[in-house]
């Protein structure tokens, strides 16, 4: 399979982890347009519980073909083969929230009574 991306654009996309309007010089249509090819290229997926929730996130894939944007300008075939390589390497895990124990003083207010 052969990617096809739109250069610059679709490496903006990738590159991107802010809301993509304000980001990239795109309007909202064009994008929405965009993201399901980004999905089926396997670069980006659906996640989200609702089936059109709008929310993407990038896959191994497409970290690896958001770093080898110059590959692709200059070989296509070299990019296919140095994404597959590339994205076997890369996990890409969960947010984790980490929080330290509020105490009751350090959560206790002056009231300015005193």
Avoid at 12 to 26: G, M, R
């Amino acid at each position: 399979m052969r990617t096809r991306l739109v250069n610059p654009t679709d490496f903006q996309i990738l590159e991107s982890a802010a809301n993509l309007v304000a980001t990239i010089d795109k309007d909202r249509n064009y994008l929405n347009t965009r993201l399901p090819v980004l999905a089926d290229e396997g670069l980006i997926e659906r996640v989200g519980s609702a089936e059109h929730s709008g929310l993407y996130q990038i896959t191994p894939r497409g970290v690896a073909a958001a770093q080898n944007q110059a590959v692709y300008r200059s070989n296509r075939e070299q990019f296919e083969q140095v994404v597959a390589e590339q994205e076997l390497l890369i996990t890409i895990t969960e947010p984790v929230v980490h929080q330290t124990e509020v105490t009751a003083s350090s959560n206790d207010q002056d009231t300015g009574d005193g």
